[in-house]
Nanobody, 118 residues
Framework: QVQLVESGGGLVQYGGSLRLSCAAS????????MGWYRQAPGKQRELVAT???????NYADSVKGRFTISRDNAKNTVYLNMNSPKPEDTAVYYC????????????WGRGTQVTVSS
């Protein structure tokens, strides 16, 4: 089993910056792609950004040029640097990981709240 724990959420001012981290722990696992999703009140969960084990990235159009996803494979950790956040970025941010071992398993963190004040 893999546990994903997010950290770094909180209140940030419009135009500021924030860095989210997500660390994976457990035993006998190997992770493939990891990513960040978010869910605002009354809305469906949506993709923010993903990154493969090799570092290829994909972003939602709404965050391109402002957010950067990265990972440290040695630490089983994925990051999301949020630059120039907007009030519409306010949401609970969830970490996601697709495991290679055990094959086919997808794991989610419990989420961290990000609130952007205008």
């Amino acid at each position: 089993q893999v546990q994903l724990v997010e950290s770094g959420g909180g209140l940030v001012q419009y135009g500021g910056s924030l860095r989210l981290s997500c660390a994976a722990s457990g035993s006998g696992f190997a992770l493939g792609a990891m990513g960040w999703y978010r869910q605002a009140p009354g809305k469906q969960r949506e993709l923010v950004a993903t990154i493969t084990y090799g570092g290829a990235t994909n972003y939602a159009d709404s965050v391109k040029g402002r957010f950067t996803i990265s990972r440290d494979n040695a630490k089983n950790t994925v990051y999301l640097n949020m630059n120039s956040p907007k009030p519409e970025d306010t949401a609970v941010y969830y970490c996601n990981a697709i495991a290679l071992v055990p094959a086919g398993k997808t794991f989610w963190g419990r989420g961290t709240q990000v609130t952007v004040s205008s």
